[in-house]
Nanobody, 124 residues
Framework: QVQLVESGGGLVQAGGSLRLSCAAS????????MGWFRQAPGKEREFVGV????????RTADSVKGRFTISRDNAKNTVYLQMNSLKPEDTAVYYC?????????????????WGQGTQVTVSS
């Protein structure tokens, strides 16, 4: 079993930055691909970014490319989402997710474990 706990969300003005963290329990964190997703009110959950178990492969959504960066520290069992140049349309609940087969995927259905989410609100 894997437990994921997100932190770092909050209220920020447009143009500002936040860094989200996702702390994972479980001895095999190093084997998992880790993804970030977000869900705004009334919308479906959407892909934000993903990182392979080694950190050697990352993908980010076109909507955040150049502004958001995903990274991980396997020694700390933690994955990060650095968000810069935030826009009001980035407002959502952000979730991290673990894929135990290290699939670098944009699909929610591929992920096996999910955190409870952290709210990010960007004011204009």
């Amino acid at each position: 079993q894997v437990q994921l706990v997100e932190s770092g969300g909050g209220l920020v003005q447009a143009g500002g930055s936040l860094r989200l963290s996702c702390a994972a329990s479980g001895r095999t964190f190093n084997n998992y691909a880790m993804g970030w997703f977000r869900q705004a009110p009334g919308k479906e959950r959407e892909f934000v970014g993903v990182i392979s178990w080694s950190g050697g492969t990352t993908r980010t959504a076109d909507s955040v490319k150049g502004r958001f960066t995903i990274s991980r520290d396997n020694a700390k069992n933690t994955v990060y989402l650095q968000m810069n140049s935030l826009k009001p349309e980035d407002t959502a609940v952000y979730y991290c997710a673990a894929n135990i087969y290290n699939r670098v995927s944009t699909l929610t259905t591929v992920y096996d474990y999910w955190g409870q989410g952290t709210q990010v609100t960007v004011s204009s």
